[in-house]
């Protein structure tokens, strides 16, 4: 059965939320005089690059350097599925979270919507999410936030017989290996200043930089001496399934089938604390075996790469500024990570809570850090 979503969402109880789709905004008092002040954005991936960018366009009077040991095809995100739903985090207000939700929705639906969309690697994208046994939340807080979102009908779920309860919505898909590479360029097209280097401590950047933004994902572990990040391993394989149209998901989120513009991801694993970086192949097995009880054409698709990641798992990303002591000095650090599976969802949401420390940091800097 063949799925058709109106283009419309429900604007029903929904926040009133500008639509970003660049960063630039209007000038504000006081800080168009601080030309020369120097922002570092440490971490490339989706994180990173969104934040970096939101940084560049908005504040044209900074000097913006992005730095990371590793790029695009060599970080944690590009092996992302890269579809747009989320998890409730249960330390931060609902409220924030369906912020962060709208404005990356939003920002990628532009994109979506654009001629930038193969070139970015966004497209739209629906499907199910099938439950084994009906969940509490039936209608989760980014329900409205996404595409004709609705409960699936019992014909519908005669498809996946071991499933009791579904939903169907369209969403985006951003790839990340197109979208990471497209954000770069955008980033140096606002001025920003990119440089591959492996940054061991903040300490290091204290002297160099006069606002320091730390979006190194499971690196914060060290750099920010957070024992609360950890690793969360996935594994997925890209397969050759151009007959697959449409997502589905397993809602206890280890089973899953995402097909992309040029080929469709399988997976997956969630395993917390596992550090383990190769291929398991019993676990690709196992992919395959489960994705194809749920979809039996995806046993006729050909392997095309195998993947594993670690995502920065941490009970709530953290996404707030401080002032820290580093030689001598004390400088303003905005932290911007520990979003788990959820990057892609979240990164320009959370890019923009980042951009407003920034400018927060900013307007308390003394007088002659300004000039």
């Known amino acids: 059965m063949w799925l058709t979503f109106p283009l419309q969402r429900s604007t029903a109880n929904r926040p009133s939320v500008t639509r970003f789709s660049t960063c630039r ?20 991936g989706v994180v990173g690059f969104s934040t970096a960018v939101c940084i560049a366009e908005a504040l044209p009077f900074c000097s913006v350097s992005l730095l990371a040991e590793k790029f695009s095809p060599d970080t944690t995100s590009d092996g992302a599925a890269g579809i747009l739903f989320a998890a409730e985090f249960p330390d931060i207000p609902l409220e924030r979270q369906r912020r962060w939700f709208k404005n990356s929705f939003d920002h990628l639906l532009d994109i979506a919507q654009s001629r930038n969309s193969p070139e970015a690697g966004v497209m739209l994208s629906s499907g199910w999410q099938i439950f084994k046994d009906v969940p509490a939340d039936k209608k989760p807080f980014w329900s409205e936030l996404v595409i004709g979102f609705r409960s699936m009908t019992d014909a519908e779920l005669k498809r996946f017989p071991d499933h009791k309860f579904g939903q169907a919505f369209t969403t985006i898909k951003c790839e990340c290996s197109s979208y990471l590479p497209w954000l770069h360029q955008r980033f140096i097209k606002a001025g920003g200043q990119v440089e591959q280097r492996k940054v061991n401590s903040l300490q290091e950047l204290s002297n160099a930089y006069d606002v320091i933004v730390n979006c190194s994902g499971l690196g914060s572990k060290q750099l920010a001496g957070d024992d609360e990040v950890h ?21 206890d989120g280890k089973t899953y089938i995402y097909p992309g513009i040029h080929s469709v991801t399988i997976g997956g694993t969630r395993q917390e604390g596992d550090w383990r970086l190769h291929v398991d192949e019993g676990e690709a097995k196992s992919i395959v075996e489960r994705c ?23 009970r709530n990303p953290r996404v707030e500024r401080e002032v820290a002591q580093l030689r001598g000095r004390r400088v303003p650090v905005v932290h911007n990570y520990g979003h788990g599976g959820w990057g892609v969802t979240l990164a320009w949401g959370t890019a923009l809570d980042a951009l407003g420390l920034v400018r927060m940091c900013l307007h308390k800097m003394p007088q002659r850090a300004k000039l």
Do not use: C, N, T, Y
């Not at 905004?25 to 490339?44: D, E």
């Not at 979809?295 to 995502?311: K, M």
């Open 231 to 251: 690793p969360v391993r996935g594994q997925v394989l890209k397969v050759e399934a151009p007959w697959l149209k449409h997502f589905i998901r397993d809602g």
């Open 25 to 44: 905004v209007a000038p504000v008092r006081g800080l168009s005089s601080m030309k020369g002040v120097r922002v570092v954005v440490v971490g490339a």
């Open 292 to 314: 194809g009880a749920l979809e039996p054409s995806v046993s006729r698709a050909r392997v095309l790469s195998e993947w594993v990641g670690l995502r920065p798992g941490r």
